[in-house]
Every structure is written in structure tokens, then in C-alpha cells.
């Protein structure tokens, strides 16, 4: 095999790429990260104060890893996720303490994490981070992959995994194609503290506009994720703090009190997108490179997540070349079914819930009201929404759930 510079390339430093890298510290596998910012600045987009739905099974898998110590930290614990529809009776409520778990998922800021993945990645020696830095070009060979960077450097790797994110520079230089679906919904997301404790709640209410989130944070805050419908978030993004807060109570209601403080708001359109055929020769897309969802269920980061505990624990068991395609046919045939299934029933959850549509209206909250009194339903989807229930990635450590 010709001499590479790398076995495996990283192009992304964000939140997934960081994830790889650190899944992977332990191998005799020789990494870069190619990142177009500089790590743990302001600059870099994917650490903002945004708040990170980490499920259950996204713990464990940072625990395999040996970050959990690192983050439990900066994480408050979910215990508790009622769902409701507004204008409709009808709830549905989940437990930590009936599921027996210790919780039903974690938030961190964006930010928090960042800075955990950025220590880790300076602890790792197996590891050269290359930013700010961007692909121009890229040519695939029969044992590697060459890359062009911005500054006309070549480098070449034996496997190279695009995790950068939605608009993927390495899916555009392959030409992959995409099945994509503009939902013509805004994502507005800010730091909200409400008069109440939240007691470890997180809230879903659906609207006829979209969800709306308030997940629990650290000193009695809320991360915020309002759904609107698209071009609204202008004049909603206009309003003073008081009255954005004020628009936002009679949406979501009184179930914490009053609305008392909101940090600095940001807005994103939403949109489904799942690229075709991501695993190519010698290049592996994952993250929302392969696969971006709807937040209606808080889904995104931890698909992600589970794209790099199958890759890792594939490529931990076979380093010599780990760019091998009956290799990345492996992690193919594991991660299909599971994104398959979580993109369709997101999918099916907006458009369930974005209808206004009378009688479907009465038919989702006597649903929500049947589940809240069936618990083998209510397990089921306490399982869904903690990430498990299906084959886990063990790590290298003989992890199973």
C-alpha cells in the first residue's frame, strides 16, 4: 500500500468530528483534523451557547470513551419530559424514576462541550489538528485519498470522514446527491429562566406553528427552541426581551410561571436532508454531513453520535487499513436501519404535529392522553427517546445495553 501522511483524516472539528477523534485516542491509527476555524474560539460556529440534548445511550457512549467525568460536570440531568398539544387535552409524561435510569437524557451548552472536546484533543497523541484550514479539491485513489487545502498543501490518508457539517464541502466535491425536504419552519433558540424551578423537567409542546422545547439547564435556565413558521422568526427576532417573552408564554403557557429573563436569540431554517450513498470509496460522511433532522425530538446530535461509536468501534478492530471497503460495507450495514428508522418517524412527527386539521387535532391528544395511561407504550418510547433499544457500539470495552 502506498505510504499515506495519515491512516485517517477527520474533515470537521466540531461536535462529531471531536467525537471520532477522542472515540479513537487509544489506536495505533495516526489522525488529522481538518477544521475550518480555529478550535475552542468564538469563531467556531458549532460552540455557541446553544443547549445539547445528550439521550441516555449518548452517555454511555461518552463514558466508553472515558469523557463522561469530563462533561457531567457542565450536564443537568433530565428526569422528567412532559409533552403536550396546544389547544388540545391531552399529555404524556416520562420518568427517569420508572424507566429506573438515572436520567432520561443530559444538556450542555454547545460551548461547555467544546471546551471538553478541545482539552481532550491536545491531551491526544496520536493526533495533528490542521486549522483554520479548508478542502479546495480532492482526488480518490485505489489505496487512498489525496486532499488540496486552501493553502495548497497536499495530504493524503487511507481513510478520509467528512463530518462538516450540513453543507458539507467533501459530500459537494463528491457530487452526492440528497433527498431533501424544506419544512418551511424556523428554529429559534435562546436561554430562557422561568419564575418556577423546573425540577429536571423538559417540556415538548406542540403548536400549530411547531414544537416548542424548554429543555432544563444549570442556574434555573431553559434552553429554548421555538419552531415558527418560516419568515416569522423576522419579527419575532425584532421584538424587545419583554415582548418576545410575552409572545412566547401565551405559545407555551404557564406550566413554569412566568417568563422572567431571555439571553441573546439565534434563528435556523429547518430542513431533512440525507445524502445519497454515504459511505463511498475510502470516504465515510456522518453527522449531519450524512443526515439532518427536524430537533421535534431532540434526535440530531445523538444520530451523529451513534454514527461515531459504530465507525470507531469497527475501525478499532481493524487499523492496518482502515479505509478497507468490506470495512466501511460493515459500518454501512449497521448504522442503514438506524438512521433509516429515526429520519422516517422525525419526519412523521412534524408533519403529525404541524397539522392543523381539527379532527387530527383531538386524535393526537387523545394519543398523547392513551399513551400517558398505557406503560408498556411509554416504555417503548421512553427507550426511543433515550437512543436505545437497538445494537450498541461496544467501543472496544464489551459494551452492550
Known sequence: MKQTDYDLI???GGMVGASLACALKNT?????????????????PSYDDRGIALAYGSQIIFEAMGLWSQLAPHCTAIKDIHVSDRGHFGIT???AQVEQVPALGQIITAREMGQVFHHALTQQNNLDVICPNSVTSLIQHSDSVELTLDDDRHISAKLIVAADGGQSTIRQLLGLGALESDYQQTAITANITPERAHQNRAFERFTDSGPIALLPMSDNRCSLVWTVTAG???????LSDSDFLTQLQERFGYRLGKLI????????PLKLMQADQPVQHRIVLIGNAAHSLHPIAGQG????LRDVAALADVLIDHCEDC?????????KQWRQQDQDNVIKSTDSLVKLFS????LLGHCRGAGLALIDVLPPVKHWLAKKSMGLGRKQPRLGRGISL
Not at 261 to 268: I, S, T
Open 355 to 358: 397539522n392543523n386539521q381539527p
Open 261 to 268: 429573563r431571555v439571553g441573546q436569540r439565534n434563528n435556523y
Open 28 to 44: 495505533p491509527l495516526n489522525i488529522a483534523i481538518i477544521e475550518a476555524f480555529v478550535l475552542n474560539s468564538d469563531q467556531q
Open 93 to 95: 409524561r416520562l420518568s
Open 232 to 238: 416569522d422568526e423576522k419579527d419575532i427576532l425584532k
Open 323 to 331: 479505509g478497507d471497503a468490506h470495512l466501511l460495507n460493515d459500518y
Open 10 to 12: 477527520i474533515v470537521g
Open 301 to 304: 446530535f445523538n444520530l451523529g
